[in-house]
């Protein structure tokens, strides 16, 4: 335990914010340096738990109390080495995860739980500072061969433990550069390009090869393989080449393939006036505007600049669109949810151990735009061109008896952030047979295989669009069951075994 008494001697805290007006005029992450100190004294308020709950609450198994006691105690190198011996990428859980360990901290009984997420930031941004994070080389090498489909979290990390492993390992992506919704997804006052480029290096001198700007499926013409970013009002004359390899030779090439290529297919809407232009799924924006920051792009495609944004859906993915636009000058943005704001704290049948469903404000939302709860899209309102131009919406709460009125708001782009229904179902998976459940999700076997010999999957794709911190943890788990089809057995560590099933 780190110290007995440090739950009564310290407040929770977290690290300030960096001031709106200067933020906002920037792309870098929002945060201010925390401190050692500081951070001591948040991990000396872990508890020693007779059972520690928050190990219920993180899919990876993440050895908390042992780190915050190293932490409590300035053995740093020995805290990395336990953060890393269950999370590949603790930098991107501790920026990403909504930590649902701090949901499950037995502290929260009655108090504010331990800072674990950003405990977790402070150790391994402490290693990448000393230098601690260092390629692992396999000491011996097996001789097979395995390719990943997808370079998100899930693929990344199971790229990671099946190099480890030996095994000659090839990651397909298909976009521009390997990091997935990492990259390409989330904005850089979130988490920094070179947090990702990091590990991608590090893999990548580990032994990983990583093959970008390549489909896997047959498709009859090229415009079939642009990605949807790049099918808007450009026409695609923006889109980049791809090159297309069909799933056969794949599964002819490798010894076994692993298939994590995510929930990408948006959520869309059926109201009079979707077809009008100026109406975009969140990817569609938020793509290139991330492109523009890696330099892939000169400007970006969709600019909110002076615009009248509006955002459907009030989840993370739309407050990364809110800050886009306000970071690019939108003359105002609008966040509308039909779901009605949850309680400023847990309500009676919400209780703990369970996530706490409570209001709150990310650092976007604290930068401008107004959040409209509990209302539903009526129409979009267009003009002669054929552009958006408003929105209509009804409230749902509506006093007894009375009928609900029509709202409409000024809208010159329209930004559609309600999820993902799941994985793309074109010609990957129609080539490799593979079965699918009822919501539409690759179905998976308790070892992560599909019905497809050689063919395992993965993460939100077979999931369903979920957290990061699930996304590492199944692509461990997957690299562990694929490990032992290739050699007959694994030393490899897997969070999720075939009896914790019924969490998936």
């Known amino acids: 335990m780190a110290k007995p008494t440090g739950f009564l001697e310290f407040d929770r805290n977290l ?30 308020r872990c508890m020693d738990c007779g059972i520690a709950f928050c190990h219920e609450g993180c899919p990876l198994g993440n050895l908390i109390p042992e780190w915050n006691d190293l932490v409590y105690r300035s053995d740093w190198s020995t805290a990395i080495e336990r953060l890393h011996a269950t999370n590949n990428f603790p930098e991107f859980t501790g920026r990403l995860c909504p930590a649902p360990c701090e ?15 950003r405990i977790e930031y402070e150790i391994v941004e402490r290693a990448w500072e000393e230098g601690w994070v260092k390629p692992i080389r396999p000491t011996v090498e097996t001789g097979y061969s395995v390719a990943i489909v997808g370079s998100g979290p899930a693929g990344l990390a199971a790229a990671q433990q099946l190099v480890r492993a030996g095994h000659n390992v090839t990651v397909f992506e298909r976009g521009e550069k390997p990091g997935g919704l990492l990259r390409f997804g989330i904005p850089e006052f979130k988490m920094e390009k070179s947090v990702v480029e990091r590990r991608i290096v590090q893999l990548e001198e580990e032994g990983v090869r990583f093959i970008c700007s390549t489909l896997i499926g047959s498709h009859d013409d090229r415009a079939a393989s642009i990605e949807p970013w790049a099918r808007h009002d450009a026409g695609g004359a923006c889109a980049p080449d791809v090159t297309v ?5 794949l599964v002819a090439d490798f010894d076994a393939v692993v298939l994590a290529c995510g929930a990408t297919l948006p959520r869309d809407i059926a109201v009079p006036g979707r077809e009008l232009r ?14 523009v920051r890696e330099k892939l792009l000169p400007a970006p495609l969709i600019n ?3 615009q009248h944004v509006i955002i459907i859906g009030g989840g993370d993915t739309g407050a990364d669109c809110l800050g886009t636009a306000l970071r690019q000058g939108a003359a105002s943005v609008t966040q509308l949810e039909i779901l009605p704001a949850p309680p400023e704290h847990r309500s009676a049948d919400n209780p703990w151990p369970t996530w706490p469903l409570v209001f709150r404000t990310s650092s976007a939302h604290e930068e401008g735009g107004e959040r409209i709860f509990e209302v539903s899209t009526t129409e979009f309102v267009g003009n002669d061109d054929g552009a958006v131009v408003a929105l209509r919406y009804s409230p749902l709460a509506t006093e007894q008896g009375s009928s609900n009125p029509v709202v409409e708001i000024p809208a010159d782009l329209i930004f559609l952030a309600m999820g993902f229904t799941g994985p793309e179902q074109g010609t990957l998976v129609a080539e490799l047979d593979l079965s699918l459940t009822e919501r539409g999700t690759v179905e998976s076997n308790v ?38 089809f290739l050699m007959g057995e694994t030393d490899l560590p897997a969070p999720l075994s075939p009896g914790q099933t019924a969490l998936r």
């Open 15 to 44: 690290p300030r914010r960096r001031p709106v007006p200067v933020r906002i005029r920037d792309w870098n992450e929002v945060y201010e340096p925390f401190g050692e100190s500081e951070t001591q004294h948040q991990a000396a």
């Open 103 to 117: 949901g499950s901290c037995v502290l929260g009984i009655n108090a504010n739980p331990v800072a674990i997420e």
């Open 245 to 249: 390899m069909d799933a056969a030779t």
């Open 278 to 291: 100026g109406i975009y799924s969140a990817m569609e924006y938020l793509k290139p505007s991330n492109m």
């Open 304 to 306: 909110a600049k002076d």
């Open 447 to 484: 070892d992560w295989s599909t019905s497809t010999p050689g063919v395992f999957v993965c993460g939100d794709m077979t999931r369903g669009q979920s957290l990061i911190v699930w996304a590492i943890a199944e692509g461990r788990s997957a690299a562990a069951s694929v490990d032992a």
